[in-house]
């Protein structure tokens, strides 16, 4: 961008010459005029031609410039988006990394405390169980022993009991 | 010199024999028929006022008294007779039993001769039955209890031999 300013200031500084030249002829005495008006005629055109060449060149070389600027700056670009996409994939596939890791992570955490839970479930539902059974055992024999045991069982316990109960001092 | 023994009267005979506590709610029945019916016939025996409203020991105890002359036909007599009877039996001292079955008449007889024979006291026998004790008795005398029934036993085992998954 610098070098097409400096190409368009360097032209204007020219053209700015050349006019002056131009001026200060225009402003001879009106009898050199006449003398002149074929070395004039002669002049405008080395001029016009020379300013065409310089004009030319100039502006090929301007686009020369243009160009390579264009194309270093393109080139620039390209390898700045290069770096830029290389880099964005390098996070994306960290970030994957870090999500898959994290995701693992909780997974694996959230397996361990279910199988916790599970596990503290099944042994309730087993104590409970127990219990129940147990009850229902307890039940059964208070239940079924009184039956099993006859008249003349339950007599003799009777007396015992007594007896025992007056050795105790409890009669 | 021993203590003259006091002959028995048909009174301490008829207490003595009472042995359950359901016994003498039924006599106390008797005794309340009883008094009421002196006053609805103004005179005669008391046996004769109460023929088949009371129980045959009863009847039994009033034919007693009046045969030996204590119970005569004056109410008031009668009215002190049937006053002493139910304080008499109301001072019967009592023995409450738990039993894990129903017992018979007999073995009620045989546990108040126990009772009288070991411990020299007549005392009322207030039976009361719980299967679930499963064997032996519960006893509840003179402000003290103890279980001596089979069940503290049995649970011990019932728990010693607790199922377990461990």
């Known amino acids: 961008m610098e070098q097409i300013i400096l190409v368009i200031a360097g032209l204007n500084i020219f053209l700015t010459v050349c006019l002056l030249i131009i001026i200060s002829m225009a402003s001879r005495p009106k009898r050199a005029v006449h003398e002149d008006t074929h070395f004039k005629h002669k002049l405008g055109k080395r001029l016009e031609e020379q300013l065409e060449k310089d004009i030319s060149k100039m502006v090929d070389l301007l686009g020369v410039r243009l160009q390579r600027g264009a194309e270093l700056e393109i080139s620039k670009l390209t390898n700045l988006n290069l770096e830029f996409a290389k880099e964005l994939a390098d996070f994306v596939k960290e970030q994957q990394k870090a999500i898959i890791s994290q995701l693992e992570y909780m997974v694996a955490n959230e397996v361990v405390k279910t199988r916790e839970d599970l596990e503290k479930y099944k042994r309730k539902r087993m104590d409970d169980l127990l219990i129940a059974l147990n009850a229902i055992l307890e039940e059964a024999a208070v239940d079924a022993l009184p039956k099993v045991i006859d008249t003349a069982a339950h007599k003799d316990l009777v007396i015992k009991s007594l007896e025992k109960a007056k050795t105790e001092k409890t009669l | ?166």
């Open chain 2, 1 to 166: 010199m021993a203590p003259e023994k006091t002959k028995p009267t048909p009174l301490s005979t008829f207490i003595s024999k009472i042995m359950t506590v359901s016994d003498r709610s039924g006599f106390e029945g008797d005794i309340d028929i009883a008094q009421k019916a002196i006053w609805d016939l103004k005179m005669g025996f008391l046996s004769a006022k109460i023929t088949d409203s009371v129980s045959a020991q009863f009847m039994d105890l009033v034919l007693e008294e009046e045969k030996s002359g204590a119970l005569t036909m004056e109410n008031s007599i009668q009215e002190e007779f049937l006053s002493t009877l139910k304080k008499s039996l109301r001072k019967i001292p009592e023995i409450k039993l738990t039993l894990a079955f129903e017992p018979s008449r007999d073995f009620v007889a045989k546990l108040a001769d126990w009772v009288s024979l070991n411990l020299q006291k007549h005392l009322l026998l207030d039976i009361f039955v719980k299967p679930e004790i499963i064997g032996g008795l519960l006893v509840e005398y003179n402000g003290k209890y103890k279980d001596y029934s089979m069940l503290p036993q049995v649970k011990a085992v019932i728990a010693k031999h607790h199922l377990t998954f461990k």
